[in-house]
DNA sequence: TGCATTTGTCTAATCCTGAGACAATATAGG
DNA sequence: CCTATATTGTCTCAGGATTAGACAAATGCA
């Protein structure tokens, strides 16, 4: 039951019928293909002559093609129909604090290059300037790509909605960088700016994996690297909240009292869970967010820690298993809110979910208040899966198959 | 930008622009009554002859009705449209732990009586059987009422959706009780049960208020009372999550270590802010779930501490200052998780608001992420405007309201 | 009284789904 | 090979909704 906004509303017109009927054909496609119009027909429970003219539409504007008639046991055999991804692709990039991933893919979010990294220069205006030359020879690389639909830029920080301005990114020392307006300017392409823990929810949504169809209902994606990062999916819609800032779990309290967090307050998921705080408790340091790190440790990374963990290091072991327990105890606060069919995780700790998960589970089930929320499906996403990257290449892709906004 | 489900979607058919343009009107003139058919038409940027033939369905239907021509400054007077509020109304019941409210509505949410009240029985038996008689004789009382659209019931515990069993009501302890199916039989009208904090928020998205077209954008309603309760709004519909249960802040850490909640767990928000807890830190215990409450101290309530503190009782003050500043903080983390644009605040810590709003707020700065979540618009809802029986009595009168499902 | 303005209704055009007929295509069986 | 059956995709007509525009009714002003 949702409320009409009786300030915002979107009127029906003669068309809006089709493109209704349009978006869902276009979906049922991109789950089920291949698919021909008769299957179209008895799963939406309409006739075939009103999907053939749909089909006609997305034909004419190349959104899918008609490819080999497939096998059928009796009868006329069908013309199978795809989404067309054949020409078309959008270019995703992932800034991080020390790196630039960048990657070509088609409209279903598949890959179509390896994914190339540089250096992330402090200064914004050299990053757009390696971009732009990097993503203009991705495309020469790729002939076969007759179109770029656009370039998805995620980034670790707070993005204003309407103009997409960086406002805070931390670890990249950024405050209020107009990124959006540069690389627009230096690429000719449509460019879409996001946090990258949101941007992941929505490759959870969008993108195609086992299921094929995107996950349905309520997900939220738990991104657990420098900062916790959190992109929350409710009703296959994005929670943005009113200043676009929705979805901070990372800076939910633990406990009042805990360490300092680098937001400044105390005890926050965050300061208990971050790769920075795991590597202190390692380290024997309290958690401090800016403190100073000797020699040794400088290059001493996550992974590290996870190997030594493996390699029956008990102090490493020890660390791995706090975060675990804070983790889980977090994750009970994220699903006591939310109640979503699934969280993803992702960042460098899921190399060590064989290890740490049924403590993970056994800290959730402390704090959730029923069994079925305490079996909530959680995902580790590896990193190998480039999470961040299958958003930015999701902000382009995406809207194409959304639903259109209606009443 | 929403994805479609291809799992679960709704096909349009011929008459769906019209469901969809048919729910804005009816929106719209509930929204600005009283209102002509040209008003319509220039609002919703359609000819008056397609507003005609919706508002002529609407008259048909009984939704709407035609009052008195208004005023205008030159050319044809206007035909006023009213939502059609007079033959129809609904019943509202707030079943609570020692009382049971009960009152008659208008589809709007005006009150048509007076709050009745009688004492909670432990048997949903005979709090079934003393409901009946009592809507029988308020229906009774009121004969200008043709048509009651059914019963709207809130309780303190957790519903399931799809059967609308009451799983369990700690405070009333009822566990598993078939509330629904009792009361359809007794009343022989239609029955919708829900969460007592989840239909204050229904209430203030759906009830005019002030603005007149209930709150506009993502709300939170949180109910601090025995336990704490909370509702939310995003994108004008309700966050219920897989298992109907989300929006349990109350069970959000504040500290690992804290005090014993009535979930098993420590530390939870709601074991810092209850009426409980309040009363606890006044008489100097710690806060426990089940203590033994002495004699002197088993009638004083919520309201006497209240009283005491405005009395200058530098104790009662003290216990008021404290519950405020954890208030504070445990916003700051829906604040965080949700960004909504405004946030109410039931039970009767509201009566002490000008007492403590310094202090909520200051608390809450402490732990948001930008000022402008800081500054998040929160307005206590008084007890005396019974948003729980208006969030009862939107269960029933809301669905006509709607928006169509679509796509 | 004549004119301008506004409201509400009515008609024709256009677009979309709903229902069903039809040709094309393929298999099974005699 | 021929016929019956089944399936796919197209086409036509009917029904219903919005869009555009004409028109009568109602009202104020000069």
Request: hydrophobic share 45%; net charge positive; glycine share 8%.
């Amino acid at each position: 039951m949702r409320r009409v906004n009786p300030a915002r509303f979107r009127v029906a017109t003669r068309a809006t019928s089709r493109q209704i009927n349009r978006s869902i054909v276009l979906n049922l496609v991109r789950a089920h293909q291949p698919m021909s119009r008769a299957d179209l027909a008895r799963m939406m429970g309409v006739r075939r002559g009103a999907v053939s003219l749909i089909v006609t539409d997305l034909l004419r504007d190349g959104l899918l093609f008609e490819g080999a008639t497939g096998e059928a046991v009796r009868g006329r055999k069908p013309t199978f129909l795809y989404v067309d991804s054949r020409r078309r692709a959008v270019i995703a990039a992932d800034i991080r604090a020390t790196e630039t991933f960048l990657m070509l893919a088609d409209v279903l979010g598949n890959p179509l290059s390896g994914v190339s990294t540089f250096p992330t220069d402090r200064d914004p205006a050299k990053v757009v300037a390696a971009l732009a030359t990097r993503i203009a020879r991705l495309l020469a690389d790729h002939p076969e790509v007759v179109a770029c639909d656009g370039v998805g830029v995620v980034v670790p920080g707070m993005v204003e909605r309407a103009t997409m301005r960086i406002l805070h990114a931390p670890t990249l020392g950024w405050r209020n960088v107009d990124l959006h307006e540069a690389l627009t300017q230096a690429t000719g392409l449509p460019v879409q700016i996001e946090n990258s823990g949101r941007a992941c929810a929505l490759a959870q949504a969008w993108v195609m994996r086992d299921d094929r169809a995107g996950t349905a209902g309520d997900l939220v994606f738990i991104s657990v690297s420098e900062g916790v990062g959190v992109g929350v999916i409710i009703q296959g819609e994005m929670l943005r909240g009113r200043h676009n800032i929705a979805g901070e779990f990372g800076h939910v309290s633990l406990s009042l009292d805990g360490p300092r967090c680098s937001c400044g307050a105390n005890g926050c998921w965050e300061a208990y869970v971050s790769n920075r705080a795991t590597l202190a408790r390692y380290f024997g340091r309290q958690a401090e967010p800016s403190g100073p790190i000797r020699a040794e440790q400088q290059h001493f990374t996550m992974e590290d820690l996870i190997a030594r963990a493996r390699a029956k290091d008990a102090k490493a072991a020890a660390a791995l298993e706090a975060t675990a327990r804070y983790l889980g105890l977090g994750l009970a606060s994220v699903i006591n809110a939310l109640d979503p069919a699934r969280v993803y995780i992702g960042g460098e700790i899921t190399l060590a979910w064989d290890l740490i998960e049924s403590t993970v589970r056994s800290a959730l089930a402390e704090r959730t208040l029923t069994a079925a929320a305490a079996d909530t499906d959680i995902r580790p996403v590896a990193a190998s899966e480039y999470p961040r990257l299958q958003g930015a290449a999701a902000l382009i892709a995406a809207p194409a198959f959304a639903a259109p906004v209606v009443a």
